[in-house]
């Protein structure tokens, strides 16, 4: 196989959640403002969406969306720019020229613009789409009924607890990570100037990574620890960078869109 690359991806700016640090990482304390971010990459095969953020409702009025009680918690930070489908035609795209979806997992705060791309083809994780509509307790307030209704009728593939290289060049590897979620996914993109592992909530926060703890409420404890030990030895023993998409010195410190990695 001749390896190939992604022509180019952006990281689309993004509302923020401002919440307690100890729902992050046990141990921490008082309050810290997380991205939310989605990621856009151009290949020869199609345009890629990795992640789709909140919903752009919730941009407009979180209250109406999710309540008052949620709304406060969340903490949600945003301007009208910030929705999704804003974001991708300031950079001339419609949102049917996306391609292809990749859910890190279901989650509304990964997969409430779903809704905005009918025609793409969809990616999740072995058993995440199950977990989506019977999750543990602890966690089913991350899962809103009905976007999933809408979503059920999109054309999904599953990720069948493999990595999978979705256009066999080596450009873009949909790595199974479960552990949060049973079918939580990353991606890892190659490009000519660098190659990212975007972690999706395989990890919240790079502390988390270095100091190898799992977030509060995942779904299994276990496979956490393992999917965390396997980012650490992808970071060890290839050129790659890792961008934990919700910790926020990793915002800060590469670039955004309209800026791209080529």
Known sequence: MTLAFARRMWALDCPSLTVEAVTLMYGLSGMVTIPMPSFLIEHPKGLVLFDTGIAPAAIDDPVALYGQEMADALGITSTPDQRLDRQIAALGYKLTDVTHVISSHLHFDHSGGHHLFPQATFYCGQGEMRFAHFPDPLGDFCFMPDELAVMSKFTWREVPGVDVDLFGDGSMIILFMPGHTPG??????????????????????????????QFPLDCDTKSSLQTLRRLKRIAEVEDTTVWITHDPDDWAEYKHAPACYE
């Open 184 to 213: 939580e996914l990353s991606l890892k993109v190659r490009l000519s100037s660098r190659t990212f592992l975007l972690t999706g909530d395989a990890v919240h926060l790079r502390a988390a990574l270095d100091q190898e703890f």
